[in-house]
T-cell receptor, first 116, second 108 residues
Framework: EPEVTQTPSHQVTQMGQEVILRCVPISNHLYFYWYRQILGQKVEFLVSFYNNEISEKSEIFDDQFSVERPDGSNFTLKIRSTKLEDSAMYFC??????????????FGEGSRLTVL | KNEVEQSPQNLTAQEGEFITINCSYSVGISALHWLQQHPGGGIVSLFMLSSGKKKHGRLIATINIQEKHSSLHITASHPRDSAVYICAVKHTGNQFYFGTGTSLTVIP
């Protein structure tokens, strides 16, 4: 069964360092998302990506965040200068645009980021 | 912004019990998703609903668009159903809003 894969599963970094989280969405999907979940809190939307550009982003997704789909398969989230409060689980998700509501969301297993 | 409220926040049930988890939202939507988050953190999609009712095995999801309310039912609950169940809603745009989740523990 096709699945969304994310790497790394866990990354520890020093405050101020750049981090890149990688995702390989399901191959025939058209919409891609990044979400984060701070420990003990709810899942929060960061950004959606369609047709090689950002379609929506939340207030969390400030200038230190960026996304790319450099080669048609990988979908990356870059955090330029990490802060302690960026420590969270980051989930990638994808969906096809089929039917009402846009189809089922498929999530990756998540990348846990710890900023020291 | 859509406020998504789930109830209860925590639920403990005996194996075999019928379970209901509720989700209410404040703004009209194009779709509602029920998600299951495992203890390890991974998230799995259970249902996507835009109207009516869906059933998959022991899980049933319903939505009432007029009342802005959805329910997830689990029949004959089992300890392996223990997880956090999350409601997420989508507007006509591309952004999803998530509830805080319902933590379910099923005791043998």
């Amino acid at each position: 069964e096709p699945e969304v894969t994310q790497t790394p599963s866990h990354q520890v970094t020093q405050m101020g360092q750049e981090v890149i989280l990688r995702c390989v969405p399901i191959s025939n999907h058209l919409y891609f998302y990044w979400y984060r979940q701070i420990l003990g809190q709810k899942v929060e939307f960061l950004v959606s990506f369609y047709n090689n550009e950002i379609s929506e982003k939340s207030e969390i997704f400030d200038d230190q965040f960026s996304v790319e789909r450099p080669d048609g398969s990988n979908f990356t989230l870059k955090i330029r200068s990490t802060k302690l409060e960026d420590s969270a689980m980051y989930f990638c998700a994808s969906r096809r645009r089929t039917g009402v509501g846009g189809g089922e969301l498929f999530f990756g297993e998540g990348s846990r980021l710890t900023v020291l | 912004k859509n406020e998504v409220e789930q109830s209860p926040q925590n639920l403990t049930a005996q194996e075999g019990e019928f379970i209901t988890i509720n989700c209410s939202y404040s703004v009209g939507i194009s779709a509602l998703h029920w998600l299951q988050q495992h203890p390890g953190g991974g998230i799995v999609s259970l249902f996507m609903l835009s109207s009516g009712k869906k059933k998959h095995g022991r899980l049933i999801a319903t939505i009432n668009i007029q009342e802005k309310h959805s329910s997830l039912h689990i029949t004959a609950s089992h300890p392996r159903d223990s997880a956090v169940y999350i409601c997420a809603v989508k507007h006509t745009g591309n952004q999803f809003y998530f509830g805080t989740g319902t933590s379910l523990t099923v005791i043998p």
